[in-house]
Antibody
Framework: QVQLQQSGPGLVKPSQTLSLTCAIS??????????WNWIRQSPSRGLEWLGR?????????DYAVSVKSRITINPDTSKNQFSLQLNSVTPEDTAVYYC???????????WGQGTLVTVSS | QSALTQPPSASGSPGQSVTISCTGT?????????VSWYQQHPGKAPKLMIY???KRPSGVPDRFSGSKSGNTASLTVSGLQAEDEADYYC?????????FGTGTKVTVL
């Protein structure tokens, strides 16, 4: 059974960088059949897919248009985890952030526990 | 990429059926058979209930079923039970991207 354990600060100042990590157990970040996603949820924006990283003989990334200029998702094979960095945050980025495992890039099957990140000075 | 459109709310009495729609475009729902549905209880992470339009993961009751016609997908919950009261979200693959629905709150009367 796959488990995803999120970690990272719950408070970030405006204009700074939001950083979260998702540790994987029960699968490999280098799996040729999985994809590793970040998703956020807020009352104003609902569920919003942010992006993914996945390995298919080489590493690929896909990002949502809404955050493409500010987001980086990186795998860490030595620790079997992946991370989210979102730059230049504003209060609009306040949300519960989830990491999630996809089977291929067409469906999301497992979710982390969620992390509430508040952007405030 | 715009969010898929769902009705804000739906309701039914125990034992009845409720159907939730999810409307997209030919670039997402209509273009691929990769529609999923998620159930979310307050304070919890979403749970996959339906994938690839109509398939149920192991452990999901057969009271949950999915279908699609054109750019609109649907989730039907038959034989409503109290524990089915939750928010439901659809999602669709959209050609290297992924899009979620606006969400529907299902109330069991």
């Amino acid at each position: 059974q796959v488990q995803l354990q999120q970690s990272g600060p719950g408070l970030v100042k405006p204009s700074q960088t939001l950083s979260l990590t998702c540790a994987i157990s029960g699968d490999s970040v280098s799996s040729n059949s999985a994809a590793w996603n970040w998703i956020r949820q807020s009352p104003s924006r609902g569920l919003e897919w942010l992006g993914r990283t996945y390995y298919r003989s080489k590493w690929y990334n896909d990002y949502a248009v809404s955050v493409k200029s500010r987001i980086t998702i990186n795998p860490d094979t030595s620790k079997n985890q992946f991370s989210l960095q979102l730059n230049s945050v504003t209060p609009e980025d306040t949300a519960v952030y989830y990491c999630a495992r996809g089977l291929g890039i067409t469906m999301i099957v497992d979710w982390g526990q969620g992390t509430l990140v508040t952007v405030s000075s | 990429q715009s969010a898929l459109t769902q009705p804000p709310s739906a309701s039914g009495s125990p034992g009845q059926s409720v159907t939730i729609s999810c409307t997209g475009t030919s670039s997402d729902v209509g273009g691929y058979n990769y529609v999923s549905w998620y159930q979310q209880h307050p304070g919890k992470a979403p749970k996959l209930m339906i994938y690839e339009v109509s398939k149920r993961p192991s452990g999901v009751p057969d009271r949950f079923s999915g279908s699609k016609s054109g750019n609109t997908a649907s989730l039907t919950v038959s034989g409503l039970q109290a524990e089915d009261e939750a928010d439901y979200y659809c999602s669709s693959y959209a050609g290297s991207l992924y899009v979620f629905g606006t969400g529907t709150k299902v109330t069991v009367l």
